[in-house]
Nanobody
Framework: QVQLVESGGGLVQAGGSLRLSCSASGRTSSMGWFRQAPGKEREFVTAINWSGGRTAYADSVKGRFTISRDNAKNTVYLQMNSLKPEDTAVYYC???????????????????WGQGTQVTVSS
C-alpha cells in the first residue's frame, strides 16, 4: 500500500503563503487535500486527477489555493496564497486508490491518508 507523507506546514501571518507537499511511496492516482481545524469536522479543500488536467476546489479556497502534481516524483503540491486565520488546521493528503479521474469531495472515498501537517495563520 502506498504511504503518503505531508510536509511544508508551519506558522505564517495572514496574507502570507505556504506550499505543502505530499510525497507518495509509490504510484498515485486521483489525490486530494483535506483539512481539520480543532473542534471541527474534516473538510474537503481540493482534488486533482491523475493527469493533473482536472481540479476541484472548495469555495472557501477558490482563487487562493492551487493544487498541482509531479507524477515523475510521485508528489502532489498545495500552493496556499492570501492565507487567512480561518485556514488554520491540520492539512491531510489523501489518495483515491484505483481511481484516476475522480475529484470527489467525500473523505470516505479516499483510501490512503497521510499523517497531516499543521498550518497556523496568525492575524
Amino acid at each position: 500500500q502506498v504511504q503518503l507523507v505531508e510536509s511544508g506546514g508551519g506558522l505564517v501571518q495572514a496574507g502570507g503563503s505556504l506550499r505543502l507537499s505530499c510525497s507518495a511511496s509509490g504510484r498515485t492516482s486521483s489525490m486530494g487535500w483535506f483539512r481539520q481545524a480543532p473542534g471541527k469536522e474534516r473538510e474537503f479543500v481540493t482534488a486533482i486527477n491523475w493527469s493533473g488536467g482536472r481540479t476541484a476546489y472548495a469555495d472557501s479556497v477558490k482563487g487562493r489555493f492551487t493544487i498541482s502534481r509531479d507524477n515523475a516524483k510521485n508528489t502532489v503540491y498545495l500552493q496556499m496564497n492570501s492565507l487567512k486565520p480561518e485556514d488554520t488546521a491540520v492539512y491531510y493528503c489523501a489518495q483515491q486508490w484505483g481511481r484516476f479521474d475522480s475529484l470527489t469531495p467525500y473523505a470516505n472515498e479516499y483510501h490512503v491518508w497521510g499523517q497531516g501537517t499543521q498550518v497556523t495563520v496568525s492575524s
